[in-house]
């Protein structure tokens, strides 16, 4: 069965520091997609930034970059100098061949004024 | 703005009653995608569209569970003799397949509550 582990069920940082959120997934498909969710409190969840397996390069949107390693199935997000704005629920998931999202369990993200 | 909507967005009903959920996905979506999410927890997958058609069903969907989307537009997820397990997040979300490689965008989702 396809998995997605996120093993930090809560971190925080300092604002304006940067951190990382680790996620690894495990599947036997060679193409599939991974995603990183954010989900404010009480509020919907938004899409932060998205990889696609075929891609060497690591996604990369404004303050938020990944570090895919596929060999590891390994799906990092990082986040440079967080803001306030940045405290939420974080979910990685994988998409698999019949596009359904396989999600983790999450991890709150708490910044520090 | 066009984003995904869902009514309503709490619901607070009694044990053994049946409640009705609606979603109104991105215009020209071809994609429709039920979740349903507890506190703590991530989304768990429930049914998916792709234009009027139902393509599959989780297990975790019993037969109290019923979803439609007559017109490949709009979706509702009824719930038949709801129990207190039923309390949770129902998220909808919808994708635009092949475009956008499928990527998923979220309603606010409604939130219920079953005494």
């Known amino acids: 069965a396809q998995t997605v582990t996120q093993s930090q069920p809560e971190m925080s940082v300092q604002e304006a520091e940067t951190v990382t959120l680790s996620c690894t997934y495990d599947t036997s498909e060679s193409d599939y997609y991974l995603f990183w969710y954010k989900q404010p409190p009480s509020r919907q969840m938004i899409l932060v930034i998205r990889?696609?397996?075929?891609k060497q390069q690591n996604a990369t949107e404004n303050r938020f970059s990944v570090n895919f390693q596929k060999a590891a199935k390994s799906f990092s997000l990082k986040i440079s100098d967080s803001q306030l704005g940045d405290a939420a629920m974080y979910f990685c998931a994988h998409m698999d061949s019949n596009y359904q999202l396989i999600w983790g369990a999450g991890t709150k993200l708490i910044i520090k004024p | 703005d066009t984003g995904v909507s869902q009514d309503p967005r709490h619901k607070i009903t009694k044990r053994g009653q049946n409640v009705t959920f609606r979603c109104d996905p991105i215009?020209?979506?071809?994609?429709l995608y039920w979740y349903r999410q507890t506190l703590g927890q991530g989304p768990e997958f429930l049914t998916y569209?792709?234009?009027?058609?139902?393509?599959?069903k989780s297990r975790l969907l019993s037969d109290r569970f019923s979803a439609e989307r007559p017109k490949g537009s709009f979706s509702t997820l009824e719930i038949q003799r709801t129990e207190q397990g039923d309390s949770a997040m129902y998220l909808c979300?919808?994708?635009?397949?092949?475009?956008?490689?499928?990527?998923?965008?979220f309603g606010p989702g409604t939130r219920l509550t079953v005494l």
């Open positions: 979300a919808s994708s635009l397949l092949p475009a956008l490689r499928d990527t998923q965008y």
């Open positions: 569209f792709q234009n009027e058609a139902q393509l599959e």
């Open positions: 215009s020209e979506h071809n994609r």
């Open positions: 990889q696609e397996a075929y």
